[in-house]
Nanobody, 121 residues
Framework: VQLQASGGGLVQAGGSLRLSCADS????????MGWFRQAPGKEREFVAS????????SYADNVKGRFTISRDNAKNTVYLQMNSLKPEDTAVYYC???????????????WGKGTLVTVSS
C-alpha cells in the first residue's frame, strides 16, 4: 500500500498550494493521517496530522496559522492547504498513515513518492 501525494509545484512567496493525499486501497479510513516534508540534506519533519474522524488536528509551530489539514473519508483523501508560503517551505511533501502515538516519522507508514513544493523568493 502506498499513499499518493499530489498538488505540488512552483509558487512565489506568499502564494498558496493545496496538496492531496489519495488512499486508493482505502486502508486509512480508521487511521490518523499526517503530512511530513523533507528538504534537501535535512531529515523528514512533521508538518501536520489529523485524527481519523477529522475532529482533531496538530501542526508544527513553523506552519501553524498558515497550513490547514483536512480529510474527506468518503473520498479517501487527505488535504493540506498551504497559504502564505515561504521559501523555507520548499521540500518534498509526503503523507503517511499513523500507526502509533507522537509526531515522529517512525509512527507513520505507506509514504509513497511525495510531491515537490518549491517556493521562490
Amino acid at each position: 500500500v502506498q499513499l499518493q501525494a499530489s498538488g505540488g509545484g512552483l509558487v512565489q512567496a506568499g502564494g498558496s498550494l493545496r496538496l492531496s493525499c489519495a488512499d486508493s486501497k482505502r486502508t486509512s479510513t480508521n487511521n490518523g493521517m499526517g503530512w511530513f516534508r523533507q528538504a534537501p540534506g535535512k531529515e523528514r519533519e512533521f508538518v501536520a496530522s489529523i485524527s481519523w474522524r477529522g475532529d482533531s488536528t496538530s501542526y508544527a509551530d513553523n506552519v501553524k496559522g498558515r497550513f490547514t489539514i483536512s480529510r474527506d473519508n468518503a473520498k479517501n483523501t487527505v488535504y493540506l492547504q498551504m497559504n502564505s508560503l515561504k521559501p523555507e517551505d520548499t521540500a518534498v511533501y509526503y503523507c503517511g498513515q499513523r500507526i502509533g502515538p507522537g509526531s515522529g516519522a517512525s509512527m507513520y507508514r505507506y509514504w509513497g513518492k511525495g510531491t515537490l513544493v518549491t517556493v521562490s523568493s
